[in-house]
């Protein structure tokens, strides 16, 4: 039985609910990983809204909802080079910014070369789906580089590793997770 809706911080939906309480809303690593946190922030702090997977993309999501962009947030997969070696780590920014790739992702990560991952191998490598990846429940060592605004943000709206639903949680809850680091100047 599913938990009565709780009120969302912001949007226009027809119910939220802590995440933990309604893991068919989410890609099966995210629900796995909010099953094992361990962070200071309660995993009941990230909720999950049921939406249209046809207004997933950001700018349709916040139309349709309500959403201020200055809320939502998008986590893209970037793959870094150095030599043979490859690299994947997640970069987390508002959707307002975009994410400094070519500077500061690529001398963070200490590679030649950083590019965004081919959308097939972000869906692969993640298990999550196109237009939802979520910085919860990545794989095992991937880095996970987020903004400082980001981070700071009393609520951010993000990807539930679904293009149908979305996760609101506290910023500060995203650099509690496996491998975070809140990086200065990540996007722009």
Same mark, same amino acid.
């Given at each position: 039985?599913?938990?009565?809706?709780?009120?969302?911080?912001?949007? !226009?939906?027809?119910?939220?609910?802590?995440?933990?309480? !309604?893991?068919?809303?989410?890609?099966?690593?995210?629900?796995?990983?909010?099953?094992?946190?361990?962070?200071?922030?309660?995993?009941?702090?990230?909720?999950?809204?049921?939406?249209?997977?046809?207004?997933?993309?950001?700018?349709?999501?916040?139309?349709?909802?309500?959403?201020?962009?200055?809320?939502?947030?998008?986590?893209?997969?970037?793959?870094?080079?150095?030599?043979?070696?490859?690299?994947?780590?997640?970069?987390?920014?508002?959707?307002?910014?975009?994410?400094?790739?070519?500077?500061?992702?690529?001398?963070?990560?200490?590679?030649?070369?950083?590019?965004?991952?081919?959308?097939?191998?972000?869906?692969?490598?993640?298990?999550?789906?196109? %237009?939802?990846?979520?910085?919860?429940?990545?794989?095992?060592?991937?880095?996970?580089?987020?903004?400082?605004?980001?981070?700071?943000?009393?609520?951010?709206?993000?990807?539930?590793?679904?293009? !149908?639903?979305?996760?609101?949680?506290?910023?500060?809850?995203?650099?509690?997770?496996?491998?975070?680091?809140?990086?200065?100047?990540?996007? %722009?």
């Amino acid at each position: 039985m599913i938990n009565s809706s709780v009120t969302s911080p912001f949007g !226009r939906f027809e119910g939220s609910w802590p995440a933990v309480d !309604r893991p068919d809303l989410l890609a099966g690593p995210v629900a796995a990983a909010l099953e094992r946190y361990s962070g200071t922030e309660p995993v009941e702090s990230v909720l999950v809204v049921d939406t249209d997977p046809e207004v997933a993309d950001t700018a349709a999501f916040s139309a349709a909802y309500d959403v201020p962009l200055e809320v939502s947030a998008n986590c893209v997969v970037i793959a870094a080079k150095r030599g043979q070696d490859v690299t994947y780590a997640a970069c987390v920014a508002l959707a307002t910014t975009r994410v400094d790739v070519n500077k500061s992702v690529r001398k963070h990560l200490g590679a030649r070369k950083a590019s965004f991952a081919p959308m097939e191998t972000a869906v692969a490598r993640t298990g999550m789906e196109y %237009g939802g990846i979520c910085p919860v429940g990545l794989p095992d060592g991937w880095p996970l580089l987020i903004d400082e605004a980001v981070a700071s943000s009393p609520y951010v709206l993000i990807g539930s590793g679904r293009r !149908r639903g979305k996760l609101i949680l506290p910023g500060s809850f995203l650099s509690q997770l496996p491998n975070a680091e809140v990086v200065a100047g990540l996007a %722009g």
